[in-house]
C-alpha cells in the first residue's frame, strides 16, 4: 500500500484537541458599568454647566456697569478743560480691549497744574497687559528710571490704591518731551499692579478698570503739586468705586 501523505490536521495529536474546551462566555456586570457611564455624564456635563457659566458671565462683564462719561468733570480743585475730552481711535481702543474709555484734560484752578486721565474699562485678559512701559516706548519714549510704586489714599476710607509711578522722555523737534505717568488696574475690587499674575482669577472676575494720569514737565514739579495731583487720582478712584455696583 502506497504512503499516504499525513495533513497537519492529521497530525495533530487527539489529546491536543481533545484538550480543546469550550470557554464559558463572558458576564458583564452592567450596574457597575451603568454606574461608570452616569459619573462621566455628570462630570461633562458639570464641565458644560460651569464653562457655559464663565461664558455668561464674561459676556456680562464685558459691559462697563457705568457709562465713564458720568465721571465728574469737577473733582477737589481740579476742572475739566473744556473741549478737552477725547476719544481712542476705534482700532487702538480695541487693541487696548477697551469696551469704554474716558479720556480728559483737568487744570488745578490754584496751582495751573493739568494732568490727562484716562479710565479704560474692558475684559480683564484683554486690558491687564497694557501697561505704561509696554506702551510708550511703542510711540518712540525711552523709560527714565526710577520707578515707584506708591499708596494712594482714598477719601473717606481707610483704604488705599497701589499705584506705580514711571517716567519717559523722547525728543520731539530738538526739545524733550518729558512725562510722568501713574497708573493701576481694579480686578476684584481690588487696585493693584503686575495683574498678569492673577491670570487665574479673571475667569470668576472677567471685568477690569485701568487708570492712568498722564502729566507734562513743567505742568507738577514740586512736592505740593505732587500731592494735589495724588488726591485728584483719589477722587477719581472714590468715584469708580461708588459707581460700580458689582465687583469687577
Not at 488696574?185 to 498722564?214: C, I, S
Request: charged letters at 25%; aromatic letters at 10%.
Amino acid at each position: 500500500m502506497k504512503n499516504l501523505p499525513i495533513t497537519k490536521q492529521a497530525a495533530r495529536s487527539p489529546e491536543r484537541s481533545d484538550s480543546r474546551a469550550p470557554q464559558a462566555p463572558r458576564h458583564y456586570d452592567w450596574g457597575w458599568i451603568l454606574f461608570i457611564g452616569v459619573l462621566f455624564g455628570l462630570s461633562g456635563g458639570a464641565r458644560f454647566w460651569r464653562e457655559w457659566q464663565f461664558s455668561s458671565l464674561s459676556r456680562e462683564s464685558g459691559v462697563a456697569p457705568f457709562a465713564l462719561k458720568e465721571l465728574p468733570r469737577e473733582l477737589g480743585d481740579w476742572r475739566i478743560v473744556e473741549g478737552s475730552e477725547s476719544t481712542l481711535e476705534p482700532d487702538i481702543a480695541q487693541i487696548a480691549g477697551a469696551s469704554d474709555h474716558l479720556i480728559r484734560t483737568y487744570i488745578n484752578e490754584k496751582t495751573g497744574a493739568s494732568a490727562v486721565l484716562m479710565v479704560i474699562y474692558g475684559l480683564a485678559t484683554r486690558v491687564w497687559s497694557h501697561t505704561p512701559d509696554a506702551c510708550y516706548p511703542a510711540t518712540g519714549f525711552d523709560a527714565i528710571p526710577p520707578t515707584q510704586d506708591i499708596d494712594i489714599p482714598i477719601p473717606e476710607t481707610t483704604s488705599r490704591a497701589r499705584f506705580r509711578v514711571q517716567q519717559f522722555a523722547k525728543l520731539k523737534a530738538g526739545l524733550k518731551d518729558f512725562r510722568r505717568v501713574y497708573h493701576s488696574f481694579r480686578n476684584a475690587g481690588e487696585w493693584g499692579l503686575d495683574m498678569g499674575r492673577k491670570w487665574k482669577t479673571f475667569r470668576y472676575h472677567p471685568g477690569m478698570y485701568k487708570v492712568q494720569v498722564q502729566t507734562q514737565a513743567g505742568s507738577v514739579d514740586d512736592s505740593k503739586d505732587k500731592e494735589s495731583l495724588e488726591r485728584l487720582i483719589g477722587q477719581l478712584i472714590r468715584e469708580i468705586e461708588q459707581r460700580d455696583t458689582r465687583t469687577s
